[in-house]
């Protein structure tokens, strides 16, 4: 039998199970506030919210930002569209592109689902204790970018 001289394999196996139920719990929480969304779709509601934050992008842009397949993508921007709240024009600098841009009203559902999910933060964040608020956003900081340095492939490919 083996014993282990410091518990690094538990601590790494238990963070990534942690870290695992967060995200799937966060990303549910999400989808409950997307469903107050006055669009028909979670997709809609990402495309609405991306756009909003991102600015004016192609389909093949927002494509690679939501991780969609763009035939999926490319229905829901049709239906968002048909609802106003959304534009396609063409690209100034790629005839063959389309650029999508919110419009009037797209930019007020963006923001109005942002508020919604800003408000659900501040109620998840508000249930910590106090004493431990500041040290949470430091900490989802430096997550946010570690997050990002793997995705950039700094850390090289898991598999």
Known sequence: MTVAKNNKVGEVSQTGALLRTVTRQFAELQQRNFACCDVQSTTQCAILTTLEREG???LRAL???????????SRSTDD????????KTPHPGDRRALLLR??????????????????QSARVLARLPEADRAATLRLLT??????????????????
């Open 63 to 73: 494509t690679s930002s939501l991780n969609l397949d763009k035939a999926w993508l």
């Open 80 to 87: 968002l569209v048909e609802q106003g709240l959304l534009v």
């Open 142 to 159: 430096g997550l946010s970018a570690a997050l990002q340095a793997e995705l950039d492939g700094e850390g090289g490919c898991g598999c």
């Open 102 to 119: 919110l419009t009037d009203a797209g930019h007020q559902a963006a923001q109005d689902l942002d508020a919604q999910l800003n408000a």
């Open 56 to 58: 004016d992008q192609t």
